[in-house]
């Protein structure tokens, strides 16, 4: 069993930063997938990054190309997600997500992955 526990979502304004971070326990961290997907209210969760197990392949959401930036510790069983120039419409619910591979690969798909995090409000104001 692998649990997921993410922080570091707030308030925030326009163009403001934050740093998300999901840290795993329960199994070795390095032969995970990962990934953060988030889910405005009213709206279907979407995909917003990835990174393989290495950390050496991610995949981002166009809307967030340039802003957002996916990253691992597997020494401290840790990815984070860093989140520049905020727009309003990054208001969500952002989850971590995680699912055992062995192979060094990316996972963009929502229903490729077994294990999720409980979530972390991140709130974007004018």
């Known amino acids: 069993q692998v649990q997921l526990v993410e922080s570091g979502g707030g308030l925030v304004q326009a163009g403001g930063s934050l740093r998300l971070s999901c840290v795993a326990s329960?199994?070795?961290?390095?032969?995970?997938?990962m990934g953060w997907f988030r889910q405005a209210l009213g709206k279907e969760r979407e995909f917003v990054a990835a990174?393989?197990?290495?950390?050496?392949?991610?995949r981002y959401v166009d809307s967030v190309k340039g802003r957002f930036t996916i990253a691992r510790d597997n020494a401290k069983n840790t990815m984070y997600l860093q989140m520049n120039s905020l727009k309003l419409e990054d208001t969500a619910v952002y989850y971590c997500?995680?699912?055992?591979?062995?192979?060094?690969?990316?996972?963009?798909?929502?229903?490729?992955?077994?294990?999720w995090g409980q979530g972390t409000q991140v709130t974007v104001s004018s």
């Open positions: 329960g199994r070795a961290f390095r032969n995970y997938a």
């Open positions: 990174i393989s197990w290495s950390g050496s392949k991610t």
């Open positions: 997500a995680a699912e055992v591979v062995s192979l060094d690969y990316v996972i963009v798909g929502d229903n490729e992955y077994d294990y």
